[in-house]
Nanobody, 117 residues
Framework: QLVESGGGLVQAGGSLRLSCTIS????????MGWYRQAPGKQRELVAH???????NYADSVKGRFTISRDSAENTVYLQMNSLKPEDTAVYYC?????????????WGQGTQVTVSS
């Protein structure tokens, strides 16, 4: 089961925090990421965090967004500050498990983030 929360409507310059918790996977969660998809656009990677805590971000969000995780709880967070109207999109959580040979991707249902100007 994968549960996302934290989306909503915020004014430009504001902040939101997304969270995503996964449970019941056959193998342990290794990497976790956040993607987003705006209307008429392809889904894009926003931020990613590895099993050892290494992070990477899309250039458009560097310095404004922070990804973090609680491995014990299989939860990943996305703190979004200084939000811009162009950040408006549906945000999807993407935890990944690894069985030693194959990766398995899980996807959340998506949470809407709307930033008004």
């Amino acid at each position: 089961q994968l549960v996302e929360s934290g989306g909503g409507l915020v004014q430009a310059g504001g902040s939101l925090r997304l969270s995503c918790t996964i449970s019941g996977t056959a193998f342990s969660i290794k990497a976790m990421g956040w993607y987003r998809q705006a209307p008429g656009k392809q889904r894009e990677l926003v931020a990613h965090i590895s099993s050892v805590g290494s992070t990477n971000y899309a250039d458009s969000v560097k310095g404004r967004f922070t990804i973090s995780r609680d491995s014990a709880e299989n939860t990943v967070y996305l703190q979004m500050n200084s939000l811009k109207p162009e950040d408006t999109a549906v945000y999807y959580c993407n935890p990944r498990s690894y069985d030693g040979t194959y990766w398995t991707d899980y996807w959340g249902q998506g949470t809407q983030v709307t930033v008004s100007s």
